[in-house]
């Protein structure tokens, strides 16, 4: 498998301007995650989804950004206007939920690296 | 206050050193314990997962829980420069899926 795959890897745009960021989770796997990384804030869950249905958005800082998961091998995080203080590493995980009622391992995608001027 | 607190270091330790790393909690409903390694311009990959306290082996690396103090714990044995990255402990409770974070911890093992 080729694990969790995210694009781009690397994105620079300038303030306001509209960023759309992509995620191919493990095939097979239920449950899909959004984190934010930054050096001040450390890794932040900002949303996940169960059998693409979004299950806890509390971490999505505000109305700007949005997650969708069409189907269960895709899911996209858009920030919309963008901001300077949005630049930071955005990462997707995604795992399956054992039988036992605990979840299994978060395996986490190489991340995205947003900056924005 | 946060709900978990880890030392941001960096440490820095020679090869072949003991690397000590650990993580406070305050929530008691935590029943799920994980240790995370992320090296630079990586995703962060499972280290080691354990349930409730005690402790777990797997190679070079060992990780405590101490419920009773709020207080997990991982040692690395026999550390090499292949072990420099960023560990970070997470935890989860018994019942859903999101998973806390610590800050980090940045280790340098130093050949």
């Known amino acids: 498998d080729a694990g969790v795959i995210q694009s781009p890897r690397h994105e620079v745009t300038e303030m306001g301007q509209e960023v759309t960021l992509r995620c191919k989770p493990i095939?097979?796997?239920?449950?899909l995650f959004w984190y934010r990384q930054t050096m001040m804030r450390g890794l932040e869950l900002l949303i996940y989804?169960?059998?693409?249905?979004?299950?806890?958005d509390s971490g999505m800082p505000e109305d700007r950004f949005s997650a969708k998961m069409p189907n269960a091998s895709f899911s996209t995080l858009k920030i919309q206007p963008s901001e300077p203080r949005d630049s930071a590493v955005y990462f997707c995980?995604?795992?399956?939920?054992?039988?036992?009622?605990?979840?299994?391992?978060?395996?986490f995608g190489p991340g995205t690296r947003l900056t924005v001027l | 206050q946060k709900e978990v607190e880890q030392d941001p270091g960096p440490l820095s330790v020679p090869e072949g050193a003991i690397v000590s790393l650990n993580c406070t909690y305050s929530?008691?409903?935590?029943?799920?314990f994980m240790w995370y390694r992320q090296y630079s311009r990586k995703g962060p990959e499972l280290l080691m997962y354990t349930y409730s306290s005690g402790n777990k082996e797997d190679g070079r690396f060992t990780a405590q829980v101490d419920k009773s103090s709020k207080y997990i714990s991982l040692f690395i044995r026999d550390s090499q420069p292949s072990d420099s990255a960023t560990y970070l402990c997470a935890m989860i409770q018994a019942a859903g899926n999101k998973l806390t974070f610590g800050g980090g911890t940045r280790v340098l093992v130093k050949p």
């Open positions: 989804f169960n059998n693409n249905v979004p299950i806890d």
């Open positions: 095939s097979g796997h239920d449950y």
């Open positions: 995980a995604s795992s399956s939920f054992r039988t036992s009622g605990s979840s299994d391992t978060q395996y």
């Open positions: 929530n008691s409903a935590f029943q799920y």
